[in-house]
Nanobody, 127 residues
Framework: QVQLVESGGGSVQAGGSLRLSCEVSGYVFTGNCMAWFRRPPGKEREWVASIATGNEFTYYSDSAKGRFTIAQDNAKRTVYLQMSGLKPEDTAMYLC????????????????????WGRGTQVTVSS
């Protein structure tokens, strides 16, 4: 029922910035846990950040803290991931995920905690 469409990926040099977008449709926008995951080449999905769209509480992985910011725009029904100070190890397919009617409990760090997924947008960081 929930549809998620990511955009904003691309190729940048180390130290650069990108802003990813996740447009949400098919369900109420507020009151959910929204997340960004990433899948580096040859590796499993790893959690990057989450935001509870009801109270706008945010959560970050250790790798994201200080460099990435997750935010929401209710009018645009969009969740953003602003990334700065990008490193080659940030290269991955970035995926948007939704857990509806939820805050962001500890399961927020696990793919199984989310019921809806977008197709992803590729981020490539060169040295």
């Amino acid at each position: 029922q929930v549809q998620l469409v990511e955009s904003g990926g691309g190729s940048v040099q180390a130290g650069g910035s990108l802003r990813l977008s996740c447009e949400v449709s098919g369900y109420v926008f507020t009151g959910n846990c929204m997340a960004w995951f990433r899948r580096p080449p040859g590796k499993e999905r790893e959690w990057v950040a989450s935001i509870a769209t009801g109270n706008e509480f945010t959560y970050y992985s250790d790798s994201a803290k200080g460099r990435f910011t997750i935010a929401q725009d209710n009018a645009k029904r969009t969740v953003y991931l602003q990334m700065s100070g990008l490193k080659p190890e940030d290269t991955a397919m970035y995926l948007c995920a939704a857990r509806v009617n939820s805050n962001c409990p500890s399961v927020r760090t696990m793919p199984v905690g989310y019921g809806s997924w977008g197709r992803g947008t590729q981020v490539t960081v060169s040295s």
